[in-house]
Nanobody, 127 residues
């Protein structure tokens, strides 16, 4: 059974930084990618980025490219999301998710690609 647990959410001022972690267990680390999503109140869940099983490949959507960076430590079964230059519109619940191999890597940010979700962690950006 795959389990994912996010941590590191909190309150930060605009322009600030925050680091989220996703601790996984039972996720086949040589096969499954890890993706990050977020959901703001009243909005649909949005895929942000993903990292492949072997950390050799990453994909970022335009909404976070250049501001967010993902890294994966397979030995520690942890994926880290470094968020810089945070904006008020980044306020949301952030989720990590396990994604099996896709026909095209960019499909990793589609919610329908996800096989297991974490419980989410709240990020609030406000002055």
């Amino acid at each position: 059974q795959m389990q994912l647990v996010e941590s590191g959410g909190g309150f930060v001022q605009p322009g600030g930084s925050l680091t989220l972690s996703c601790l996984t267990s039972g996720v086949p680390r040589d096969q499954y990618g890890i993706s990050w999503f977020r959901q703001a109140p009243g909005k649909v869940r949005e895929g942000l980025l993903c990292v492949s099983a072997h950390e050799g490949e990453t994909y970022y959507t335009d909404s976070v490219k250049g501001r967010f960076t993902v890294s994966r430590d397979n030995n520690k079964e942890t994926v880290t999301l470094q968020m810089n230059g945070l904006r008020s519109e980044d306020t949301a619940v952030y989720y990590c998710a396990a994604v099996p191999p896709q026909l095209e890597f960019r499909y990793c940010v589609y919610p329908t690609s996800v096989e297991a979700w974490g419980q989410g962690t709240q990020v609030t950006v406000a002055s």
